[in-house]
């Protein structure tokens, strides 16, 4: 059974050879996931494209960025803000339990995102709850100077 009680990251296995390199995102990591019911892919043109925030109840979400950098953005039940960097440079799973409000922002042009779900379509979009991309402020989504 999924511990689904927090978001985590989990890394994903590089296997390169001669050939190239294969990521596999789903099915060496039992235990982790629950049953998928749907996968599907969204992209964004350009840098500093904002999607979120939105969250579920009953749904649980993973996602992976196959072609340049993300910023995710999760909010804990005591309103604390996590960010989690997922980039083809350091493969990544992140998982999103139910209740956690989460959206991501692209850090790089043409990003691209594979999204895994225990719901279908159909049952995500009856347990979907938008709310306002800034409703935990602005700068949840800069990239901050170090």
């Not at 209740?99 to 692209?106: A, D, E, K, R």
């Amino acid at each position: 059974m999924a511990d689904l009680s927090q978001p985590r990251s989990v890394p994903v296995k590089c296997h390169v050879d001669d050939r190239g390199y294969l990521y596999q995102i789903f099915g060496d990591y039992p235990g982790i996931l629950p049953e998928l019911k749907r996968i599907y892919i969204v992209g964004n043109f350009k840098k500093g494209t904002i999607r979120g925030f939105h969250k579920h109840n009953q749904e649980v979400k993973a996602y992976f960025t196959a072609r340049g950098a993300a910023k995710y953005v999760v909010v804990n039940p005591d309103s604390t803000i996590t960010s989690y960097i997922l980039s083809t440079r350091d493969p990544t799973v992140l998982i999103i339990p139910p209740t956690y409000p989460h959206g991501w922002v692209s850090l790089e042009d043409d990003c691209l995102l594979i999204g895994l779900s225990n719901k279908t379509l159909d049952e995500s979009l009856r347990d979907d709850i938008r709310i306002d991309p800034f409703a935990f402020g602005h700068a949840v989504w800069e990239v901050k100077p170090r």
